[in-house]
């Protein structure tokens, strides 16, 4: 026979209630590493590629073909967008209301922003030096990361978003100040190796 009202103490109903509203969590927020380790492990080999290709002053420390840091970029950046895309896309058709509208709202600022970036950096990056133009792109999209994971974290009240979004600005400006080529291994590193990070330590405490 289920207990009755009267059976249950207070600390009891209030640990009931806890129980419930992570169990309410872990059905409605997707998978922490399926949302950060596809872009963080594209952050860290595309990056990482540019670097060896690219590197400070013009360097080459591999003689890779000059087309494989971007096309690897492309096709890592769209496998990453796919997965994380699903991923998250589950847990918004379990919920209505504020809550979804925040969610679809959120995901179409992501592509309309970099769609915007994307038209004012084609054209002014022409009127550039080479290694400056890398810079103006791989800067500038770290930097709308950064602050759409900081601005995510508004909508969410996520302080662990807020934290890899700071982080990814702090680096990405560090980056900028070092100069082309270390940009690209700064980002690499300390952008996508934050990002792996964020994923393990987000699934652990949803766990």
């Not at 209505?96 to 679809?104: N, V």
């Amino acid at each position: 026979m289920e207990p009755s009202e009267d059976d249950i103490s207070p600390a009891e109903a209030l640990a009931l209630i806890e129980r419930e509203r992570a169990n309410l969590v872990r059905d409605i927020r997707p998978d922490p590493r399926l949302m950060y380790w596809p872009w963080g492990f594209a952050w860290l080999i595309c990056f990482s590629l540019f670097f060896l290709r690219y590197g400070p002053g013009g360097r080459i420390y591999v003689d890779l073909p000059e087309w494989l840091p971007l096309v690897a970029m492309l096709v890592l950046f769209v496998v990453a967008g796919l997965v994380t895309g699903v991923a998250g896309s589950k847990p918004m058709r379990r919920t209505s209301g504020p809550g979804a509208w925040s969610g679809r709202a959120y995901a179409l600022s992501w592509s309309l922003a970099f769609a915007s970036l994307s038209v004012l950096f084609s054209r002014i990056g022409g009127h550039l030096p080479e290694q400056q133009t890398g810079l103006l792109w791989a800067g500038g999209m770290v930097a709308l990361t950064g602050a759409l994971h900081m601005a995510g974290s508004a909508i969410w009240q996520d302080r662990e978003l807020f934290a890899l979004g700071a982080w990814t600005s702090v680096i990405n400006v560090a980056g900028i100040i070092a100069g082309p080529g270390w940009h690209s291994l700064i980002v690499a590193i300390l952008g996508g190796g934050g990002m792996i990070l964020a994923g393990a330590l987000g699934w652990r405490q949803l766990r």
